[in-house]
């Protein structure tokens, strides 16, 4: 198969500084690491799915918050952009870690994604394990220079608001990465648990042949 070149559009937005990089994650995000994802930017149902929903969700549980108290946020002396500033270095600090282990990652548990999408149709195979995994890291940093930039204008309520937006939106990201931290554990333990098994039926079939 021949390689594809990136198109034009995806070659303006990726070779931006810094912006590049954000747009290059969450394009790879928003495809689930599909090796298309580095040529073309994916549809606006995989944007959708994957990248937007969850930001619009965030936003209209905020808007509930505020119909529900609509002068509680202009009014409070809560600084949420203190809050991101002060736990979200730690959350980052611990998502990157967890990130380093995927270099150490199982190649049994890898092979086991390949197999299932080659052989029996999966939708995903492990190249949605970097992606899963990086997209959130890439959250938090956006998250962190939200919150940096409601430090310059501390007055500003719409600054405030969204900083409001970007704690929950943050913490909603670390619940789909321990999300995926549980179910990825989960399928690693089973498939050792099968292969632990294996010499065990095999030394049974022995003993029943003798």
Do not use: C, H
Not at 1 to 29: C, D, E, H, R, W
Not at 77 to 84: G, N
Not at 154 to 172: C, E
């Amino acid at each position: 198969m021949a390689k594809q070149k990136p198109t034009l559009m995806y070659k303006l937005l990726s070779n931006i500084p810094v912006f590049g990089a954000v747009f290059a994650i969450a394009n790879a995000y928003a495809q689930k690491g599909d090796q298309l994802s580095t040529v073309k930017i994916a549809s606006i149902s995989q944007w959708w799915k994957r990248v937007l929903r969850k930001a619009v969700y965030t936003l209209a549980f905020i808007n509930v918050l505020i119909l529900i108290e609509p002068d509680k946020i202009s009014q409070s002396s809560w600084v949420p952009a203190d809050t991101i500033l002060g736990a979200f270095p730690s959350i980052l600090g611990f998502g990157i870690g967890v990130y380093a282990l995927m270099f150490i990652m199982p190649s049994d548990f890898l092979s086991f994604l390949k197999e299932r999408k080659e052989r029996k149709g999966a939708k995903v195979g492990p190249e949605i394990v970097p992606v899963d995994m990086g997209y959130p890291l890439m959250a938090y940093v956006l998250v962190m220079f939200i919150a940096a930039l409601n430090k310059f204008f501390p007055d500003s309520y719409y600054f405030k608001l969204t900083s409001i937006w970007a704690l929950f939106y943050g913490l909603a990201m670390t619940v789909e990465l321990v999300s995926f931290l549980f179910i990825s554990s989960r399928m690693i333990q089973q498939i050792r648990s099968s292969v632990n098994k294996s010499p065990t039926r095999y030394f049974q079939r022995r003993k029943n042949k003798n």
